[in-house]
């Protein structure tokens, strides 16, 4: 097989035509990416489990906070990540298809397969981007204490997580959101009102006597420690700020690097996904065009491969340490 | 064209005729397992939560294990590195293996003696 573009003339040893190891110089290489950048997201994902077994006792439970479906209302705990993981390794199994097609010389069965594999990473960072949203935009609110914890809300009668909007008293206050046009303001706290003041938020609890507290702490049997209604009144009155959804500061799931970590390690993994899309179709084109056709073989689709594989075999990895362990 | 791939996995018990078959064998095989994570995530077994081996739940020791199967078969059939020279195989696999295990091993370790610093030494950060 020609590995290279160079002329028969220069495919001496010192010409690069030596291939040790049985892969050709190009492939290396993207083997050499690919093991240092295994190494990059090794490094985050150990520096998130350092994180998590530092507040072993107070991490978020996963199954709490990824519960939403796109267009279906409920309670559905991880069923669209792993849709999202099926389409991802679907989409390795089409460009495994494509290497196959070009190690085939076929051309019209390489674009079918690398359109497909396009098409299932789109899909796969338009989950992200929801799925992103959902998480910034949050469901419950929550309150923060003055040591920075998070306290959330839960229904008595019903057992269910209580919305800050289900029992936050409404009392006209005269606090309003600052407008840049009225002069720039670079204490920074806080970069729109939430829906709710702290004030009405603690008026409301203490009015609605079915709702209780609920602390990050785990109990014995992983689940969040629920306080009684004394115990929440006491620990209402350490509460400081009212926080809704998520953003890098602080997040109403609980622990604060939960949420930095989420966004740095899905959001270079999605970048990831995203270069992967454009190198795709980058080659898509250039299969279109004929060049690997003219070159005589399709190695450049077998490359692009390896590090599209890699990516699925990064979010394999993701999946379990931030959705199931 | 030297492209021969070698088409028998799980330790040559299940032989397949081509390649596309294969490729068609090892997702139907990664979709069982992602399934099997996915309703063990769910329903959450009493005893795998509450049995305890090396300082982790059982259920997470599971998962764990089921990742790096799913890795193994994306980057043995996938990547194509069962069709690879041996030596090749070798610098890509354990060179991250052994660094990985080096860090995860420091990391935890330190990270567990700051909990323990946290829950019984003089810092309040729990209020």
């Avoid at chain 2, 990547?79 to 991250?96: C, F, G, N, Q, Y």
Wanted: hydrophobic fraction near 50%; aromatic fraction near 18%.
């Amino acid at each position: 097989m020609d590995t290279s573009v160079t002329p028969a003339a220069e495919e001496n040893v010192w010409g690069g035509g030596n291939k040790p190891l049985g892969a050709s110089y190009g492939k290396m290489m993207m083997w050499f990416f690919i093991v240092s950048d295994a190494l990059t997201f090794s490094g985050f994902l150990a520096a998130y489990g350092f994180s998590r077994f530092k507040f072993i006792e107070t991490w978020p439970i996963a199954d709490e906070v990824f519960t939403h479906v796109p267009f279906f209302h409920g309670n559905y705990p991880m069923y669209y990540v792993a849709f999202m993981t099926f389409i991802l390794i679907m989409s390795s199994v089409t460009m495994v298809l494509a290497v196959d097609a070009g190690h085939h010389m076929k051309k019209s069965k390489v674009v079918l397969y690398m359109f497909l594999t396009i098409i299932g990473g789109a899909i796969f960072v338009g989950s992200q981007a929801w799925e992103w949203a959902t998480f910034i935009k949050g469901d419950y609110g929550a309150l923060e204490t003055k040591g920075g914890r998070i306290l959330q809300f839960v229904n008595a009668d019903t057992g269910e997580r209580a919305a800050l909007g289900d029992f936050a008293a409404s009392i006209p206050d005269v606090r309003q959101e600052h407008l840049e046009q009225n002069g720039v303001w670079y204490y920074g706290d806080e970069s729109s009102l939430p829906s709710y003041s702290l004030n009405e938020v603690v008026e409301g609890f203490k009015s609605n006597s079915n709702i209780l507290i609920r602390t990050e702490l785990l109990t014995d049997e992983q689940e969040k420690t629920l306080l009684t209604r004394e115990e929440s009144l006491e620990k209402i009155k350490d509460a400081r700020i009212v926080v809704e959804g998520a953003n890098l500061v602080r997040n109403e799931y609980g622990s604060r690097l939960f949420a930095d970590f989420f966004f740095f390690i899905t959001g270079f993994h999605g970048f990831h996904v995203f270069s992967g899309v454009v190198i795709n179709i980058i080659i898509f084109f250039n299969v279109i065009l004929g060049t690997y056709e003219r070159r005589g073989h399709y190695e450049m689709v077998e490359k692009v491969g390896l590090y599209w594989h890699f990516v699925d075999l990064v979010w394999v990895f993701v999946f379990t340490f931030f959705y199931l362990v | 064209m030297a492209h021969e791939h070698k088409l028998a996995i799980f330790r040559g018990r299940l032989k397949f005729k081509s390649n596309t078959q294969k490729i068609w064998g090892v997702l139907i095989f990664l979709t069982l397992v992602t399934a099997v994570e996915v309703i063990l995530g769910i329903t959450k077994p009493y005893i795998l939560t509450h049995k305890y081996f090396i300082g982790m739940k059982l259920l997470n020791w599971i998962f764990i294990i089921l990742t790096l199967v799913k890795a193994y078969y994306i980057a043995w059939d996938f990547m194509h590195l069962r069709d690879e020279k041996s030596s090749l195989r070798r610098a890509i696999v354990w060179t991250p293996i052994f660094l990985v295990c080096y860090l995860i091993f420091i990391l935890l370790f330190e990270a567990d003696y700051i909990y323990t610093v946290y829950k019984d030494g003089f810092v309040k950060w729990n209020f």
